[in-house]
């Protein structure tokens, strides 16, 4: 099992923009492919972003295609959400998510969690 800490989370006014990080410790997150959740008041956890081991390849939901940036760097074994145009709506706490080798967007296929951060974006 890896752990994982997500970090950056915070209230920003629409518009405006957030950078999460989640570091893992434990073993190292080469091969290991990441994802991005996140569960809003009331509602069901819902996949966000996901990129592979490589990075090579990365996979977004529509709410966030175009504004959301999901990257890692597996030599300091962190994973990145950068935030964009943030809407009302992205409000959640945001988990990541890791799991091996083959990328997912299923929150069954992630075994390892973080305890997830929390956005608020104000209207």
């Known amino acids: 099992q890896v752990q994982l800490v997500e970090s950056g989370g915070g209230l920003v006014q629409a518009g405006g923009s957030l950078r999460l990080s989640c570091a893992a410790s434990?073993?190292?997150?080469?091969?290991?492919?990441m994802g991005w959740f996140r569960q809003g008041p009331g509602k069901e956890r819902e996949f966000v972003a996901a990129?592979?081991?490589?990075?090579?390849?990365?996979y977004y939901a529509d709410s966030v295609k175009g504004r959301f940036t999901i990257s890692r760097d597996n030599a300091k074994n962190t994973v990145l959400l950068q935030m964009n145009s943030l809407k009302p709506e992205d409000t959640a706490v945001y988990y990541c998510?890791?799991?091996?080798?083959?990328?997912?967007?299923?929150?069954?296929?992630?075994?390892?969690w973080g305890q997830g951060t929390q956005v608020t974006v104000s209207s």
């Open positions: 998510a890791a799991k091996k080798y083959v990328l997912a967007v299923s929150a069954a296929d992630f075994g390892s």
């Open positions: 434990g073993r190292s997150l080469s091969g290991y492919a």
């Open positions: 990129i592979s081991w490589s990075g090579g390849s990365t």
